[in-house]
């Protein structure tokens, strides 16, 4: 049984499927899962299950999300998730067994076919149960084991979106001998609204040029690669 930190910050004032998401991780029957969710907007009327914190001003999520994670230390692994996730039967213990079982230090569910897809290797392999990568995303869920949590924690893009972490990250990982890979066997829809309706592409983007520049990294040709496949 591991211990798993679930995180993560859900908008008030638009719709979402957090309380969907708080009922898939409180579903595991083999593993301990602690949730923490920041409420982000206008007082809810009714905050979701496990809610910590409500904050009424605009925060940029990384800020909110490293305050949830200051203990993380302590967990087996952890889980940042956003607001607009939905999930499969019994997806926790599902996603959890294969990403043990093929050694994933950092790893997220593919994307189904119908979700928005912003980075084409995301998307779900059917016949696949997980692919080794040299990508994954910043989100809408990503998962990170104890050791790569040591590495990656805290958030370091604390004012953006936190593009470009995930061409940051895999030279890090790599950097240290753990693998990263994309889980097929347990993949998430992600349809409700696209990535960038909350916020402008374009200061995203310029922020990552930012970011990516100043530490080593892979470039997308380099991080959209495939090592190996599971069946």
């Known amino acids: 049984m591991a211990r798993i930190l679930v995180g993560g910050v859900y908008l008030t004032d638009r719709p979402s499927t957090v309380d969907a998401a708080v009922a898939a991780f409180s579903a595991s029957s ?11 907007g206008p007082a809810p009327e009714r905050p979701v299950p496990h809610t910590v914190r ?3 001003k605009r ?3 990384y800020h ?6 200051e203990d993380a230390a302590l967990f087996d692994w952890v889980v940042a998730c956003d607001d607009d996730v939905e999930f499969g039967e019994d997806f926790v213990d599902r996603f959890f067994a294969l990403a043990e079982r093929h ?12 979700s928005y897809i912003d980075h084409a290797i995301t998307a779900e392999i059917e016949g696949l149960s997980a692919r080794r990568t040299r ?20 958030f370091t ?3 953006g979106m936190g593009w470009g972490l995930d061409f940051i990250w895999p030279a890090i990982m790599e950097a240290n001998g753990l ?8 993949p998430v829809h992600h349809r409700l609204r696209p990535s960038v309706v909350n916020y402008s592409y374009a200061d995203a983007e310029a922020r990552m040029n930012e970011v990516v520049a100043a530490v080593p990294h892979l470039s997308r040709a380099e991080a959209y690669r495939i090592l190996e496949t599971y069946p």
Request: aromatic share 6%; glycine share 4%.
């Open 30 to 40: 083999q593993h301990e899962i602690v949730q923490r969710w920041i409420a982000l």
């Open 54 to 56: 409500h904050v009424d």
């Open 59 to 61: 925060t940029p999520k």
């Open 64 to 69: 909110l999300l490293n305050a949830l994670f």
């Open 103 to 114: 050694d994933f230090a950092l790893c997220q569910p593919a994307r189904t076919r119908e």
């Open 135 to 154: 990508f994954v995303e910043i989100g809408p869920v990503t998962v990170l084991r104890h050791d790569a949590v040591r590495l990656l924690l805290p």
């Open 157 to 159: 893009d604390i004012e």
């Open 179 to 186: 693998r990263l890979g994309i889980v097929d066997g347990a």
